[in-house]
Nanobody
Framework: DLIAESGGGEVQTGESLRLSCTGS????????MGWFRQVPGKEREGVAN???????SYSDAVKGRFTISRDHREKALYLQMNSLSPEDTAMYYC?????????????????WGQGIQVTVSL
């Protein structure tokens, strides 16, 4: 199973980015999916996750600014990030696992993308 992120880059404070994640070799609609992020020297943290029915949850740090969504037909996962700030600068990872694993915590993820850098400058 392989998943890969795209759409990262550098933006200025207040701007938006949309990350995408596509997979191959896995039955996309059977998996719970999530986004995580990590900065050097800190643990990887969950940002948002979504189950096969479309139910979502978010970390307090991004609630109200980020939106996770998925498209079963396109076999894609998205993270729309609005009102970005320098605190959102991190490597972002797409994550997947089959139920009952939620893909909401590091321990509940079976498949990771390679990560993509998001940098928000002042």
């Amino acid at each position: 199973d392989l998943i890969a992120e795209s759409g990262g880059g550098e933006v200025q404070t207040g701007e938006s980015l949309r990350l995408s994640c596509t997979g191959s070799g896995l039955t996309f609609e059977d998996h719970n999916m999530g986004w995580f992020r990590q900065v050097p020297g800190k643990e990887r943290e969950g940002v948002a996750n979504i189950d096969g029915d479309g139910d979502t949850s978010y970390s307090d740090a991004v609630k109200g600014r980020f939106t996770i969504s998925r498209d079963h037909r396109e076999k894609a996962l998205y993270l729309q990030m609005n009102s970005l700030s320098p605190e959102d600068t991190a490597m972002y990872y797409c994550a997947a696992d089959k139920p009952p694993c939620s893909a909401a915590t590091v321990a509940a993820v079976g498949t990771w993308g390679q990560g993509i850098q998001v940098t928000v400058s002042l």
